[in-house]
């Protein structure tokens, strides 16, 4: 098993991007990660992508072959295979791509992650995504994201004593965060009061606490570690990878309010990285709605099963903090363009450990770790990248 | 890189199975192949799952969580990670789940494909499947998949000379293979005339040239080749895994009756096994149209372009002849359960490397390949198995 590292980076602007297709998207985000790598085209061996369901969002299939194309890369007939886990599509693409330059099959990976969600009407993208949860048995009768999420809010709330307040300051974080980072498709704070006065979604969620529909693409490039100067004086190793599975009903779980499947998920990386909580300094989770981003923190053993409320108000996971959650934004105020953010959840993580983050730079960061989760927990995916 | 083994394989029949449900099928399969390997659930490690367009078919993504957790596996964690390549995604899920063994990072791992595609009407299965195309400059300007295979048809036949009886005794054969197999849709020899007094589909194509709309799926267990006999008193090498892409459009290529994707990954396969064709005593080939099978016959290298034509009349690609095609039947007479045909094809290889092929076995094979084509062939996976 080879090590591996992180040598390129690139990531479009996020938003609707009525000016760009599907194609323009990825083409942009993989162009940049080339640049970033001083590489060519014609170096990449392989090439992965996270892409939840471009069949219903604009009637194509076939991603993998389509984007090697239009990339210029289909003339030398490189391997290149999409990934489906729902939101965490691009999360699982980049464990892949780390996996192929594991085993020695490839060298040069480019892993990538794209979403074009606005060309079908508001209704239509909902029904989409509600394919990320068990069709039969929540879709059919009637079950959204946000109605789904909503349950698990309101069992935290009733068990742990969450304040709807608390709740709240998650969003306004991400909005802090995401208001220093140019690529969010929100990029202005917002008060407690902007959620808590917001439109109802899903009592208790109301718009502020969910995350948006959005385009957009992300690609990071992968190489041997033995091999990442030659690229690059920053590379960033991969020092875990980890997945894990759980039902994909909310019903069927032991536990609501517990994702296992990141409870799991995070202890394999600890594992792997051989290090504890202490050593990571920054956590970018799946806060595809508010109370996702509380479970995360606790699951992942940040802090003990309802104590993330808390450590939110006292500011603990903001810049600055003991443990800072979602440097980039996170999904709320990046948007959640599905495929493509477990891939900018690890642009994120370079950008820190390379000192490249600008105003929301954590200072002297060695270790981070990012978190994506698939439909309500059924997938995961945890990586810790290390310097 | 660890060398790595087939030591179970699972089928279900393939057909309108309106009794049985996308996981139904699945969990048959898989029933079928951990029995084969005699294992238990809680000794997988790992699964990839071949499906194309579960989102456009029945309306679910996230299509590994969702087969972990039917197939009992969810509560134990494992990784499940789906593979999407239009009608290659089961030879594509089949080659990640050996990188992800030959990786060190998994051991024992399911790769299963799954379709369920009777659940529509057949207007929207076409049009789902057209996904696997261009969809912006082939789907969206009218052409279907037999529209597109016709056009190679009728360059090849104007380029080299291939009668229209030729072509029609691909489907001929293979139906009188598929006779000879239990899991086919279509169990029943024809003769020259079914073919050529068959309803036209896309001039020259009729409907005997043409795969069917198919449900089924189709499970294999890969291991680390030194660990195999504690499964199985019959492993099957997997002596070569080599993935190709081109570009998703026909007009874009060179050469139309040519796959280059063919050609890359075919010439790649074979230099990893270090074999010649003459080695190889059967080819699963990739016959979604009767034309595609003299394609594949040809890229792959049995024989020189234009002679495909001349070697089916004479027998050489039916049991008995000197390279046997698609002895399971093919696609033609098994059906094309679009996701599970590649795992269906390493099914059908495994059964013959064990002897265990009955009225269609080879005698003496020791090495065997399968060719899965996505798309009219921007993706192309290429396998070598050996015993």
Known sequence: MRDVAVIGIGCTHFGEKWESSFRDLFIEAGAKALEDANLAGEQINAMYVGNMSAGRFIEQEHIGALIADYAGMATHHIPSTRVEAACSSGGLAFRQAV????????????????????????????????????????????????????????????????????????????????????????????????????????????????????????????????????????????????????????????????LDATVAAGKRAFGMAKLSHDDIQFVEVHDCFSIAEICAIEDLGFCRKGEAGRLTEDGQTAIGGKIPVNTSGGLKACGHPVGATGIKQVCEAVQQLRGEAGKRQIDGARYGMTHNVGGTGATVAVHIFGV
């Not at 879709?139 to 999420?149: S, V």
């Not at 802090?176 to 008060?191: C, D, K, L, M, V």
């Open 99 to 258: 996996l192929s330059v594991a085993s020695g099959y490839e060298d040069i990976v480019v892993a990538a992650g794209v979403e074009k969600m606005t060309d079908v009407e508001p209704g239509a993208s909902t029904d989409a995504l509600t394919g990320a949860a068990d069709r039969e048995w929540e879709g059919f009768m009637g079950a959204t994201f946000p109605g789904l999420y909503a349950m698990i809010a309101r069992d935290y709330m009733h068990r742990y004593s969450l304040t709807r307040e608390q709740l709240a300051m998650v969003p306004v974080k991400n909005h802090y965060n995401g208001a220093r980072n140019p690529i969010a498709q929100f990029q202005s704070e917002i008060t407690l009061d902007t959620v808590l006065k917001s439109t109802m979604v899903a009592d208790p969620l109301r718009l502020f606490d969910c995350s948006p529909i959005t385009d957009g693409a992300a690609a990071v490039i992968v190489a041997p570690l033995e091999r990442a100067r030659e690229f690059t004086d920053t590379p960033v190793k991969v020092l875990a990878t980890a997945q894990a599975s759980d039902t994909i009903s909310l019903h069927d779980r032991r536990d609501i309010s517990t």
